[in-house]
């Protein structure tokens, strides 16, 4: 039984995104003419260009000064910063979460900061291994700390809901710059701290 196709919503012709949705969903034998459908162009346009506000963030913007001058020289640490991004492969979703720790050298940074750090980096195109890396360095450039580890766990839905179907499965990655990298005892700290999540 074939759908009868109504002509495009004219606002379509605004939004090339919420277009080429329409003819995808035309493409795979729906009908976005249909109720349930009618607004899905608009909503998932609205939904991709949050996904991916990343690309339009400016680090400056999001520290804004808050970086201070604090004689403190021991392991900052905030963990179990909860993420959600998309696979580039794929664009399909994949979340999980984030420990991210610095040795600071002269200044801290206000702590609302790191998690905005990573959502402006999660809110992308992205591969669990750059996300990382990027964190990491983006602390590192900011901060110029004694050194930076990133220790960030997910689940990928194209592992879960296609290919292989591993729903109970998780990627886990790192990235140690400084004296993360180069002392194993402060990476071991680091490491035993991550692995006390929630405590």
Known sequence: MHCIMKPKDPDLADSPI?????????ELGEDPARDGLVRTPHRSDKALRFLTS????????IVNGALFDVEYD?????????????????VLPFFGRMHVA????????????????????ARRLQVQERLTQQVAEAI???????????????QHFCMMMRGVEK??????????LGSFRNNRETREEFLTLA???RC
């Open 18 to 26: 919420a277009s080429r949705i329409h003819d995808i969903l035309t």
């Open 102 to 121: 610095y040795l600071p050298s002269k200044k801290v940074i206000g702590l609302s900061k790191i998690p905005r750090i990573v959502d402006s980096f």
């Open 74 to 90: 021991e392991m900052v640490i905030v963990k179990d910063i909860e993420f959600y991004s998309l696979c580039e492969h794929h």
């Open 54 to 61: 990343g690309y339009q963030t400016d680090l400056g913007e």
């Open 140 to 154: 590192q450039d900011i901060l110029t700390p004694r050194g930076v580890g990133v220790i960030c766990e997910a």
């Open 195 to 197: 692995r006390n999540s």
């Open 167 to 176: 729903q109970g499965s998780s990627t886990v990655t790192s990235a140690m």
